[in-house]
């Protein structure tokens, strides 16, 4: 089966959280998995470079970011928009 | 134990090439940052800086010394030119043999290495000048002012990243207040405004794509600046004796460690900074009238930094003046504390304190007064200047006015 976004995006935080991707729930923040601001600029990295995108966020008020990291599948969303954008 | 005193002030930095150059920008609240002049800045997504423009080496510097000087170096030495030559010391006999340099840097030779970088991955060559060691190595600057100036004491660069220069000139106080030496020429000096160098920020996502704005309710980060502040720090009965004018007294210092994170700061760590700079200074907290501050424009140090600072001055903290001028200059990173101790001096001779420019609304998370936008005219006895590093690094100076 070919990877999807939400497995590739799954991947990355898992990673970062150091935990199986079949341990990552949807509705996960990422203060839940145990991921602080340093591992959310490293994951946003990782999420740049598996698809070649530009993630809009800025770690002095990541809530103020287009980027929206409230949850799991939020970031996930977030991450498919951009990829479609960047079709477009 | 010994006075020690400044008896000579130089710099380069965004807002000018000279200390009265400088200080005219900080009292009219100049802006020094502006778009980045550097190769493939197209490729950069933070395009800004405190540079130094209008900057041509070989107006100050022959061949020969230009193939040994990295950016950083020659702003160091430009600097030193200004310190010392105000100082009026000539350094010789049993004076040079005590007296050295002690000098902070983050990163040295950082556009060295950008260049050479290039060549070896980028153009394909399999062949660097001859010169790239001595070039890029932090401790260049701090040799060739020691052979400039036949400076033969101890000499050597401190490197804690934002810290740095408040940390070297550290060491140049107690070296002279122990009674080690009678002379020292001390500060800082960084250049990374480079693709390399602005890149590896640009990385950490805490870089303003605007504007440095500290303490300002809406800022989104600090703006990188390059330079070099040097001074000449002095044993107060030396100084004296020769009749040299008296800048400012070196009254305290204090160094501590957060022990906690790698790039988020500590509200205790910095506190017990300048709290035990003023135990050293022997300063209450009614006795500081003004505070430099690391002030970097990012949410995480501005909102620490005054938490940090009403905890030490507890109610003295609403008569409190605490600016930063990182909004002017950019945050010039290892030698950043040199740079902004100019203001420092500014405040206790001149009585004029710098503004953090800017400033667009209040925080509520830096309730302090940090003199918004316009520089103020205050009679102050004594100053603090702050500097907190990343790796969680603190190193805070006390000074008096002579």
Redesign the interface.
């Known amino acids: 089966m070919p990877d999807t976004i939400k497995t590739q995006v799954i991947r990355i935080i898992a990673e970062q959280a150091v935990v199986e991707p079949e341990d990552v729930r949807m509705d996960q923040t990422l203060d839940d998995l145990g991921i602080d601001s340093l591992g959310l600029v490293e994951s946003i990295f990782a999420i740049e470079e598996a698809f070649d995108i530009q993630v809009p966020f800025n770690a002095n008020d990541p809530s103020a970011s287009d980027f929206d990291i409230s949850s799991v599948a939020a970031i996930i969303g977030a991450v498919e928009g951009l990829v479609a954008d960047q079709k477009a | 134990m010994k006075r020690v005193v400044i008896t000579g002030a130089g710099t380069i930095n965004a807002l000018g090439k000279s200390v009265p150059a400088t200080l005219e920008a900080m009292r009219e609240g100049r802006c020094g940052i502006g778009p980045l002049d550097i190769r493939d800045v197209d490729r950069l997504?933070v395009r800004i800086g405190g540079q130094v423009l209008d900057y041509d080496p070989e107006d100050h510097f022959n061949r020969q010394q230009i193939v040994l000087y990295d950016r950083f170096t020659q702003f160091t030495l430009l600097a030193a030119k200004e310190a010392i030559a105000q100082s009026g010391l000539v350094f010789e006999g049993d004076l040079a043999a005590h007296a050295g340099v002690v000098l902070g840097t983050a990163g040295g030779g950082v556009t060295t290495w950008d260049d050479n970088y290039r060549a070896v991955y980028e153009e394909g060559k399999n062949r660097v000048h001859p010169f790239v060691v001595p070039k890029l190595m932090n401790n260049a600057s701090a040799s060739h002012l020691s052979m400039e100036y036949n400076l033969k004491g101890p000499t050597f660069t401190v490197a804690t990243a934002c810290s740095s220069s408040n940390h070297a000139m550290g060491q140049a106080f107690h070296m002279i207040r122990s009674g080690m030496t009678r002379a020292m020429v001390t500060g800082g000096s960084e250049s990374m405004l480079c693709f390399g160098g602005v890149k590896a920020w640009e990385?950490?996502?805490?870089m303003?794509k605007d504007a440095c704005r500290p303490f300002s309710l809406g800022?989104?980060?600090m703006v990188q600046g390059e330079g070099a502040g040097i001074f000449v720090f002095e044993e107060y009965d030396h100084a004296r004796a020769r009749g040299a004018e008296i800048l400012a007294e070196v009254v305290g210092f204090a160094m501590t460690s957060d022990a906690s994170d790698?790039?988020?700061p500590s509200k205790q760590g910095a506190a017990r900074a300048i709290g035990a700079a003023m135990a050293d200074a022997r300063l209450n907290p009614e006795d500081v009238g003004y505070v430099n501050a690391h002030g970097t424009g990012?949410?995480?140090n501005d909102k620490t930094e005054c938490a940090a600072v009403a905890d030490v001055f507890g109610h003295h903290a609403d008569d409190l003046m605490i600016s930063s001028t990182k909004s002017m200059h950019g945050h010039v990173i290892g030698g950043t504390g040199a740079v902004e101790l100019l203001a420092c001096i500014m405040a206790l001779r001149d009585g004029v304190i710098a503004p953090t420019i800017g400033y667009e609304e209040p925080d509520p998370e830096c309730a302090l007064d940090v003199v918004p936008n316009e520089a103020r005219e205050a009679k102050v006895d004594a100053v603090l200047s702050n500097a907190f590093a990343f790796g969680g690094l603190n190193a805070v100076l006390a000074l008096r006015r002579a």
């Not at chain 2, 990385?203 to 805490?206: E, M, Y």
């Open positions: 997504s990385g950490l996502r805490v303003s800022r989104n980060g790698i790039v988020m990012t949410a995480a």
